[in-house]
């Protein structure tokens, strides 16, 4: 028999989900933490049937660990702590060794499937699926000077004096306030921008003509004006197949894994008398 799921766990589970800003519990996710406690059981008992545990040397070592910590004073060497930790049965209430377990179970499974790795056209299939996640915002590497709202109207005066003395952004922002979030900005898209001056900004510098080796402004944040010289400019455009393949692979490979053991463990299941409550 499986089950009924552990009561402690799913509530474990239901106030982490609370606690992360998650609310209540509906009765779908509920239903999502018992399958989930189910699994985890299941895959827990067949580590055992394989006496996994005791081919683990974290598994020792946490019973070690807690051999000493309910007798400080014992002089027991390790692998006597060992032993006597297996006939105290720790291994099957330590939540620790429950999880490692699980964990070593879920690499055997993979371990044990076929060689399945992503062919070429499962990678191409994937990235036309996905081909707007691989979009890739324009970016400007920038560095700008700075005047504070209440010196907004000395502007004009440093942005003429930056043109006739001819001033790179180094000299020029001698001229200006000191910035808290710094002067020299790479490969920043909007929203980084957005994030550091605000979204006027950021939609006022995209609005620009974005020239490299070119000064731009004045442009208006929530903190002043700026006056910003755009080093390099890089246009908004689709990530190449052979840029974000790799990726792909990746993703693929675990989704297989993942998709592996929820097979094994929902075989393994039917051989389960299995009760949900």
Partial sequence: ?????????LAAMAENYARFGGGPVSAELQVRFINSELRDELLFREALKRDLQYR?????????????????????????????????RLHLTDEVIRRRL????????????PNSAPTPQ????RYQEQLESWQEPARYTFSHVFLSTDRAAEMPALIERIA????????????????????DFTRQSSDQMTRVFGAAFAEQLSAAPAEAGAWVGPIASAFGQHYVFIEEFEQ?????????GVRIERDLAREG??????????????GYEVRRS
């Fill in 56 to 88: 683990d040397a974290a598994v020792e070592q946490r019973i070690i660990r807690n051999m000493r910590f309910l007798d400080t004073e014992t002089d027991a060497s390790d692998a006597e702590l060992v032993e006597q930790g297996y006939a105290l």
């Fill in 164 to 183: 006739t003395q001819q001033m790179n952004p180094d000299e020029a922002r001698l001229l200006g306030a000191p910035f808290l979030s710094g002067y």
């Fill in 236 to 244: 908004a455009r689709t990530l190449s197949l052979d840029e974000v």
């Fill in 102 to 113: 699980v964990q070593i179970m879920e690499r055997l499974i993979v371990a044990l499937m």
């Fill in 122 to 125: 499962q990678v191409q299939a």
């Fill in 1 to 9: 028999m499986l089950g009924p799921p552990n009561a402690e766990r």
């Fill in 257 to 270: 894994e993942e998709q592996a053991v929820s097979d094994w463990v929902e075989q393994a299941m039917a």
